[in-house]
């Protein structure tokens, strides 16, 4: 049986046996919030590794699209690292990096690549934010 699997059974029988059958108010209601819990990590770990393949694609994308976006002007040696190496990062921290060094480059970049490369990095931030509200609601 997968954790996930495990984890959504485990909640159904806090949800349908066991808080059913609590007297008391305040631990029948924590039996129950228990359940939502369960629920959410078990939906979490459900997802998991398509999230993680969907933010790879994201990453490789806002890769792909900087790189055309920049590539009409002259690519400061930091921003041009932090670049490559997105794809060996694909996930927050690499997408924070490329951030400040986007932004640490804004003084050497056309305003209207700066700002545009800006909102495409929100994107892909938006992309990945609303694949974890997914099993947040």
């Known amino acids: 049986m997968s954790p996930d699997e495990l984890l ?29 819990v369960l629920e959410k990590l078990s939906q979490q770990l459900a997802l998991a590794e398509a999230h993680a393949a969907a933010g790879r694609a994201d990453v490789a994308a806002l890769a792909h699209d900087l790189r055309e976006l920049l590539g ?5 040696a930091a921003l041009g690292h932090t670049l490559a190496g997105l794809g060996g990062a694909p996930n927050k921290h690499g997408l924070n990096a490329l951030v400040a060094a986007l932004y640490a480059a804004q003084a050497e970049l056309d305003t209207e690549v700066f700002r545009q490369s800006l909102a495409r990095i929100r994107q892909t931030l ?9 099993y947040a609601a």
Not at 72 to 76: A, F, I
């Open 8 to 36: 959504r059974r485990l909640a159904q029988t806090l949800k349908q046996e066991i808080a059913p059958a609590v007297g008391e108010a305040y631990p029948k209601t924590q039996a129950y919030m228990a359940s939502v």
């Open 72 to 76: 009409g002007s002259p690519l400061p």
């Open 126 to 134: 938006r992309l990945g934010l609303d694949r974890e509200l997914v």
